[in-house]
């Protein structure tokens, strides 16, 4: 084995030696753990207000076992965390932050393998961005789904169900003091949002990138089978600094491109393209937009899992979890069978025996739950750098339609004029809501499923076409038209949309298509004003620095990787 890493700081004879080694020992730790083994930073998001993640201490321990197991030298430390439905404006704008901290945290401390504790939405793509942009031996951990939330003797899933009964009290049809019961009845156990949202679609990212050990994506939080999952991380990460097994080999183009076959297979969330296109972008893979439509979008949906099914990840365990997706992928000739994983072996490997133990949860390839379900990228004069569609999750009768535009300007627009029983709107229509990417929100928040005006719901109109320059949930559902680029904030033609303009979309023919001619579009240009950038702080450099959805909402200069190394010493 080479020399370690962290032999830099604790192998030394010298003052600097003593230093690094002695203000450790205050937590009482023996002088012979310094002798060069390995070092383990276990890069944890718990926090009390990431309630996802709450349990991260405890999950650590497991994985701190794990690590003393195989002969290495376990440091929990923290980064921020990212509570989903805690922070404002959204936990997005803070991502490439965490990331930030992330990768600095990894790179100036002695570790020569790190283990990354991620769950609830961001804290994944966040561990994982800064992580690469370190590049050390890495594996992943995921906290976990929740059990199944219960109501009314039947399953709730977070998010989805939010959704469902916010429609039915504004439709009167259920009383406050249900709505209210139903708060503590959805999520009554630790672990993250259990529907196939972005916490559930990013841990099994996570898997199917290879960077996680396999079962990542589905043991419930509170499964035994979590923490054993935990134990073993640790243990595999000692042997992957002994064989120097570094991310960058593990998250190949071949690895986003499991990724992408995966997240159409699961039905999962949008979010995962944002995400994948900015791991990519810090490894330094190529992934653009148009790689999701080609490999993706034609692919047929196999779970049965809200929001795009009825069942829950409790169930998608029970059945067997994402080796079985990944399983079906591979006899279908699309998975890339010679990904390497963090246990060293190829993908194929670990999931080629997966049993399916519930075949209406996770269906075979040759009889799908649903058909052409992956991820759509359109494109048209709305949206030149495109724009996305998750078609599992939207009404099969709206994916081509023509409408007249009811046009939001903001979120706070949008908010006082929903409920106005004045407002000019039918069915037929098509809702957008501008001012809601990346620099305008700022963070691109989870505002794009817009709920539809009281009157239609009334009527028992249940979808709409939506289009905007925001993200949406992974639990959300609907015929939604996100992250349309350029962001009407930056001047993109969603900027120049007027109400009672029409509005083509075709997802069959990939089309978003405003219907207005090009001189009326340059005149309305002409009159279009940026918004000022905001004067400090961490609103300053993200406003200034933030790429677009299509380059993965990095900040430009965080692109790419700088290695761990460190030359200098602190004193
Ligand atoms: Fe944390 Fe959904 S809110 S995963």
Redesign the pocket.
């Known amino acids: 084995m080479k020399k370690l890493r962290s032999q830099e700081w604790y192998g030394r004879q010298d003052r600097d030696g003593f230093l690094y080694r002695s203000w450790m020992k205050n937590q009482g730790w023996p002088h012979d753990l310094f002798d060069g083994r390995p070092v383990i930073g276990i890069c944890n998001t718990w926090s009390e207000l ?3 993640n709450a349990h991260f201490r405890e999950l650590a321990e497991f994985v701190k076992r794990g690590v003393w197991e195989a002969g290495g030298f376990p440091l929990e430390f923290p980064v921020m965390s990212l ?3 805690q922070l404002r404006p959204t936990a997005m704008f803070f991502r490439n932050l965490a990331s930030m901290d992330v990768e600095e945290s990894i790179r100036g401390n002695p570790m020569d393998g790190v283990v990354l504790l991620m ?3 961001k804290t994944t793509p966040s561990l994982l961005m800064g992580a690469a942009s370190c590049d050390l031996p890495t594996i992943g951990l995921s906290g976990g789904p929740m059990l199944n939330g219960k109501f009314h003797g039947k399953d709730l899933g ?2 989805t169900g939010l959704w469902q009964l916010t429609d039915e009290v504004r439709a009167g049809k259920m009383k406050l003091e249900e709505f209210f019961e139903a708060e503590s009845c959805m999520h009554r156990s630790k672990g ?2 259990m529907t196939m ?3 559930s679609t990013m841990a099994s990212m996570v898997e199917a990138l290879g960077m996680s050990l396999p079962g990542n994506a589905a043991i419930p939080a509170v499964d035994a089978r979590r923490n054993t999952l935990a134990q073993l991380t640790g243990r595999r990460i000692v042997q992957m600094v002994k064989d120097d097994l570094c991310m960058s080999k593990i998250l190949t183009r071949e690895a986003f491109e499991n990724a992408i076959l995966a997240n159409a297979a699961i039905g999962g969330s949008t979010n995962a393209v944002i995400h994948l296109i900015a791991i990519a972008g810090r490894i330094r893979v190529p992934l653009n937009l148009t790689d999701f439509d080609q490999l993706g979008s034609s692919l047929p949906c196999l779970v049965n899992i809200q929001p795009s099914g009825k069942y829950l990840m409790e169930d998608f365990f029970y059945a067997g979890g994402l080796p079985v997706v990944l399983r079906e992928l591979g006899e279908a000739n699309l998975l890339r069978r010679d990904a390497l994983t963090v246990n060293g072996q190829p993908i194929w490997k670990n999931v080629a025996e997966a049993l399916c133990w519930n075949r209406d949860v996770i269906h075979q390839f040759a009889e799908p739950f649903k058909p052409n379900a992956g991820i759509a990228v359109l494109r048209g004069n709305l949206a030149p750098d495109g724009a996305v569609i998750k078609p599992s999750a939207a009404s099969p009768q709206l994916l081509q339609h023509r409408g007249r535009a009811v046009v939001f300007e903001t979120i706070e627009q949008f908010h006082s004029r929903i409920n106005d029983e004045a407002l000019d709107i039918d069915e037929s229509c098509v809702m957008v809501l501008k001012n809601c990417g990346p620099r305008g929100y700022p963070g691109m928040a989870e505002v794009g499923n817009m709920m539809l005006p009281p009157k239609l719901l009334r009527k028992g109109v249940t979808d709409m076409v939506r289009i905007s320059d925001a993200r949406m949930s992974g ?1 959300a559902y609907g015929t939604v038209v996100l992250h349309v680029c350029p962001e009407a904030a930056m001047g993109g033609p969603l900027a120049l949309v007027h109400s009672g303009d029409m509005i083509t979309l075709d997802v069959p023919n990939r089309l978003l298509q405003l219907e207005v001619n090009e001189e009326t579009l340059n005149c309305r240009r002409s009159e279009w004003r940026p918004a000022p950038i905001p004067e400090r702080g961490w609103q300053k450099l993200y406003a200034e620095h933030v790429m677009q959805a299509d380059k993965g909402a990095d900040l430009d200069f965080l692109v790419g990787r700088s290695g761990a190394r460190v030359a200098r010493d602190s004193h």
Request: proline content about 6%; glycine content about 24%; some cysteine.
């Open positions: 990431t309630p996802c509570g989903e439905t769950g609830c939405d977070s998010g993250h949002c949202g972005t916490a639990t």
